[in-house]
């Protein structure tokens, strides 16, 4: 955080922003459960509404609670976090691709390329992961200056490694 | 040793290492929880039709814990918060001007509320739980109509037509008593005939189980008889002799020299526990063992961990449990602002299966303890940290570098919140869907 952010008017907006994502957390636990009980939904939807929630439920925490919302600007913890969920994507969608191979009746045959291209997936997702990090740890980032493009002193340090 | 960067940010990273620290195992945290988050993905898609044990939590202990968390996780990053504006510690009377070590015993008790839920009700509560399968499903049929067509409380509804047989008669039980539609068959819409056709299909593969607590159970009295003695297993006689008189016979006539020699009854009508001791341990002395089941003696009890194999463990020829007293969860009246649960016996001979809700019940509860548990294993760990930087140990910290104690919590704030997160998401899967 930068020197602005450790203001004591600053500290006191946050104490009040923190009470109410709490708020809006409590509420979004309560609404959960209301809908669950009050309505009758298919497993699709209920998937959802009930994910849905919880998804904002955790933007909250992550972007109010983490203070993500003034640390993004940081490289380092916005493409941890995303080439991770990146990850897990990859890996929710290769489980979503195995289950869809599955042969069923009443279900169309699938085309022997995707479950190849499923396994391509598989390799390819944890292989750039480790790459980019690798990378990204390797290459001195300037955080508060601008950016000064050197892309030929980039090539050379990176060729000395 | 003085380690670099614990206040300012480093250079290159434009963090402090801490942070990029717990950020990087967060991070990692993401790929454990998530691979785990998709198994049961997995397993949720791919269980068949009505078989995912769904509606067996209790979703309003649930939600509670779900805001003790989210409470915890506020308190954790006021005490924080606190601590940037360089507040230690204030008055505990007045909640408005708590300090960081207020907000911080608060967080620990929020947590400690949290593992209690689970520890003393959530997962208990699930062992002493039954589900029991039978073997036939006229005997369910049986079963049912005692359980649950009980003071007039039972009638016939006109849901699926004529009656046609017993199968569909306790169809229409079950769908009146709400007692399976709402568990497995959720997913079904009435109109298109959903609840019909996946309840023909638990009953042709006799996947339709009661569930209920054991109240008590008939269990063996066992006689131990003595077949025989070897003297070549490495024991004396006179050791033989005194294994003998301590499994309790008298010393009198030389009575343990003829059971070693001829054989006979040495006890009658022992409990299985003390039955199988003495099994045990004759047997580890070269004796060979006879049990046999006497009787059967009611027993009072509310027995943990029972299974199909231990209730027909084969003594002699008999089961050791001849049947169990079963109150049945959905068949219940209130009587004096007790309830009651009806309660019926059944015979172990009629059971296919029977189960509490541990791991083994259902691919569901495997899942569910091994998440479950992983993240409360988190919150236990977030503890310990939690007491060590509320300790003079670890608040010596704070009077020797006050930032770097603030970013040592801060860290452990961002761990909080994951902990938190991973909570956020469990909730409505475990529960809801």
């Known amino acids: 955080m930068s020197d602005s952010h450790d203001s004591p008017n600053f500290i006191q907006y946050l104490i009040k922003l923190f009470y109410l994502v709490g708020g809006v957390l409590v509420a979004g636990t309560l609404i959960t459960v209301i809908i669950d009980v009050v309505f009758e939904m298919s497993l699709g939807l209920a998937a959802i509404v009930g994910l849905s929630i919880a998804l904002l439920k955790a933007s909250f925490v992550v972007a109010i609670f983490m203070h993500y919302k003034w640390d993004k600007k940081l490289i380092m913890i916005t493409w941890t976090m995303i080439l991770t969920f990146i990850f897990f994507a990859g890996m929710m969608g290769l489980i979503m691709w195995a289950e869809g191979d599955i042969p069923r009746w009443g279900r169309e045959e699938v085309p022997v390329v995707w479950p190849v291209l499923a396994s391509l997936l598989g390799l390819i997702l944890p292989a750039s992961f480790a790459v980019l990090t690798i990378k990204m740890l390797s290459q001195p980032t300037a955080v508060e200056a601008e950016p000064v493009p050197k892309p030929k002193a980039k090539r050379a340090a990176s060729k000395k490694k | 040793m003085e380690i670099p960067y614990t206040v300012k940010p480093r250079p290159d990273t434009g963090l402090y290492n801490g942070k990029l620290g717990i950020w990087l195992f967060l991070a990692s945290e993401v790929m454990l929880f998530g691979a785990l988050f998709s198994s049961y993905v997995l397993l949720r898609v791919g269980a068949a039709d009505g078989t995912w044990s769904m509606g067996l939590m209790d979703i309003v202990v649930g939600a509670g814990n779900t805001m003790v968390l989210i409470a915890s996780s506020m308190f954790v990053v ?86 046609k047989d017993k199968k569909f008669s306790l169809a229409r039980l079950y769908v009146e008593k709400e007692i399976y539609v709402e568990r497995f068959f959720k997913t079904y819409s009435e109109e298109d005939g959903g609840s019909h056709k996946a309840f023909n299909k638990a009953w042709d593969t006799g996947s339709l189980a009661l569930s209920g607590h054991i109240n008590g159970y008939e269990e063996a009295q066992i006689n131990v008889e003595v077949t025989g003695w070897k003297p070549d297993a490495g024991v004396s006689e006179s050791e033989a002799d005194k294994i003998l008189l301590g499994l309790g016979i008298s010393g009198e006539d030389d009575v343990a020299k003829r059971l070693r020699s001829q054989g006979g009854l040495l006890r009658g009508n022992v409990s ?132 770097q104690y603030t970013n040592r919590i801060e860290t452990f704030g961002l761990f909080w919140h994951f902990v938190d997160l991973v909570w956020i998401f469990l909730f409505p899967i475990l529960y809801i869907l």
């Open chain 2, 272 to 403: 299985y526990d003390v039955a199988k001791r003495a099994e045990y341990k004759l047997t580890k002395s070269g004796f060979s063992v006879a049990l046999s089941v006497a009787g059967y003696e009611p027993v009072e009890a509310h027995p943990y961990f029972w299974r199909t194999g231990r209730i027909n463990e084969d003594i002699g020829g008999k089961p050791r449990v001849k049947s169990i007293r079963f109150a049945l969860d959905a068949s219940h009246h209130e009587e004096n602002g007790e309830t009651h649960h009806k309660e019926i016996t059944i015979n172990t001979a009629d059971v296919k299966r029977l189960n509490s809700y541990e791991p083994k019940h259902s691919t569901f509860f495997g899942i569910y303890y091994t998440i479950t548990g992983l993240h409360a294993a988190h919150v236990f760990g977030g503890i310990i940290v939690m007491l060590y930087n509320l300790l003079p140990i670890g608040l010596a910290t704070w009077h020797r570098d006050r930032e």
């Open chain 2, 78 to 163: 006021l005490a924080w918060a606190q601590l940037k504006q360089g507040k230690l510690s204030g008055p505990w009377s007045s909640p408005r001007n708590w300090g960081y070590i207020q907000w911080k015993w608060a967080t620990v008790a929020c947590a400690v509320i949290f593992l209690i839920v689970k520890w003393s009700y959530e997962w208990p509560s699930k062992f002493v739980h039954y589900d029991v399968w039978f073997k036939n499903s006229a005997v369910l049929h049986d079963k049912v109509e005692e359980g649950y067509h009980h003071d007039g409380e039972y009638h016939k509804a006109e849901l699926w037509g004529e009656e």
